[in-house]
Each structure stands twice: as structure tokens, then as C-alpha cells.
């Protein structure tokens, strides 16, 4: 087996992946059930980016925090490649939607909430574990999505998820957590159990 096929395995990816496409096809398939708008709703739009966000989080550490140690190649490469790939398995799915009858739309909103969340998301795995890591996602984004503020800029600020696409508060907080995540796992990895 190539190192990538082991590194794969050891982070439960292939489990990951079929959740998480699994999981858009079922948003996908109950709105396309249950509505008879083409445009999926803002709450569930968002609730899915969630989702998917969720299901991958796993990926993020392995079973062997020695492991995170060692290595021929340097981990900071591997671990930007990985959460770019994580990045792209939130959105491709939900933006192959808009050639279908039921659209994971507007296109802004989803690229800024899965860079957000997978961003908030890496932090967690770098400072309170893999394990623990969707907590802080999770329990925001339901907040979030629940009882957006459009007003004043602290609103737009905390309740960043569930703003306008065009929102720059909301972008540049969503890009903070992404840069932010992105930096801090690379540099540090997910945190060693004890």
C-alpha cells in the first residue's frame, strides 16, 4: 500500500466520504420530496454545509497520536492539502446540485460557511481534539441559523452562517476562522490525548 492509501485509512476517510455524500444526497433528495422550489432553503442550506463539515471532522486526526509525530515528509503540506480536500468535498456536491431541480444555492453562502466551519473546525482539532472539535461548530451554527441578527455589526459578526452572501462582515469573519484554522492545524496538528 502507498502512504497515501494508509494515511487515508488511519483518518477513516473512505467511512467520511460516504457520509458526507451520502448525507448531501439525502438534503437533497427531501428537498427535492418535500418543496416545490428549486432553491433550497437559507436554514438548510447552511444545516447541510454543517453536515457535511460534521461527517469529515473525524478525518482530522488519527488513531496513533505518536504518529502525528513522525514522519519522512514534513505534516504542514499534508495537513493544508488535507483540509483543501475536505473543502472541496463540502462544496463540489452541493454545487453540483445547480444543474439539478433542487439547488444548494446561493454559491457565496456555501463556500463561505464550509471555509468558515472547516476553519472553526480545524481550530478545534488543534486545541480541544478530533473528538471534540464539532462542538463549538455545531452548537454555533444551530444558534446561528435559528436567530440571525442583521443588525447591529456584532449580529452580523456572531451569527456569521446565517448572513447574506454579500455580507462582508460575515465573509471576513468566516475568512478569519478559515485562515486561522488552516495556520494553527498545519503548524500544530490535532492536539495529543492523554
Given amino acids: 500500500m502507498t ?8 483518518r ?22 418535500a418543496s416545490n422550489s428549486r432553491a433550497v432553503g437559507v436554514q438548510m442550506v447552511i444545516l447541510t454545509v454543517l453536515l ?8 482530522l486526526g488519527g488513531p496513533d ?14 495537513r493544508i492539502a488535507h483540509l483543501v480536500i475536505a473543502f472541496l468535498l463540502v462544496v463540489v456536491p452541493l454545487l453540483a446540485t445547480l444543474a439539478t431541480g433542487a439547488r444548494f444555492e446561493p454559491v457565496g453562502l456555501v463556500i463561505r460557511d464550509a471555509a468558515g466551519l472547516l476553519g472553526l473546525t ?8 478530533t473528538a471534540r472539535a464539532w462542538f463549538l461548530p455545531l452548537g454555533w451554527t444551530l444558534a ?9 455589526l456584532l449580529g452580523r459578526i456572531l451569527t456569521w452562517q446565517a448572513q447574506a452572501p454579500d455580507s462582508t462582515a460575515a465573509g471576513l469573519t468566516a475568512a478569519l476562522l478559515a ?12 492536539v495529543t490525548r492523554l
Wanted: positive net charge.
Fill in 3 to 10: 502512504w497515501i492509501a494508509l494515511y487515508l485509512r488511519s
Fill in 12 to 33: 477513516r476517510a473512505p467511512a467520511a466520504l460516504v457520509v458526507s455524500i451520502g448525507g448531501a444526497a439525502l438534503m437533497w433528495t427531501l428537498w427535492s420530496l
Fill in 52 to 59: 457535511l463539515v460534521a461527517a469529515l471532522t473525524v478525518t
Fill in 65 to 78: 497520536d505518536a504518529l502525528e509525530a513522525t514522519a519522512s515528509l514534513p505534516w504542514p503540506p499534508r
Fill in 122 to 129: 480545524a481550530l478545534g482539532a488543534a486545541t480541544v481534539g
Fill in 144 to 152: 446561528a441559523a435559528l436567530f440571525p441578527q442583521p443588525e447591529p
Fill in 179 to 190: 485562515v486561522g484554522g488552516l495556520v494553527v492545524y498545519a503548524a500544530k496538528g490535532p
